[in-house]
């Protein structure tokens, strides 16, 4: 069974730091990951992903610069540094594996909830 579970949400003080974890099982992780995050009353933002060997790396604007993926295909894992974090990035932070054209397996998200 595929299956992508996130840990690594919390509630953390602006300008702190987090690091998100996503594990794949059911399947090799041997795709381009991308995370996602998806604030109330909000559409789903993409925010970055990264190919299959990890050479090749996205990021949207709203987190360039603050956030960091990276993967170890050995664990099965891909991570998402965030560091000087603000209340806007609240939000539950979702990855997903890209096969063909489309996102077509989700976590079931984590919660980042960023206030003092």
């Known amino acids: 069974q595929v299956q992508l579970v996130e840990s690594g949400g919390g509630l953390v003080q602006p300008g702190g730091s987090l690091r998100l974890s996503c594990v794949a099982s059911?399947?090799?992780?041997?795709?381009?990951i991308g995370w996602f995050r998806q604030a109330p009353g909000k559409e789903r933002e993409g925010l970055s992903c990264?190919?299959?060997?990890?050479?090749?790396?996205y990021y949207a604007d709203s987190v360039k610069g603050r956030f960091t993926i990276s993967r170890d295909n050995a664990k099965n894992t891909v991570y998402l540094q965030m560091n000087s974090l603000k209340p806007e990035d609240t939000a539950v932070y979702y990855c997903?594996?890209?096969?063909?054209?489309?996102?077509?397996?989700w976590g079931q998200g984590t919660q980042v909830t960023v206030s003092s």
């Open positions: 997903a594996v890209q096969i063909g054209a489309t996102y077509a397996y």
């Open positions: 990264i190919s299959s060997s990890g050479g090749t790396t």
């Open positions: 059911g399947f090799t992780l041997d795709y381009v």
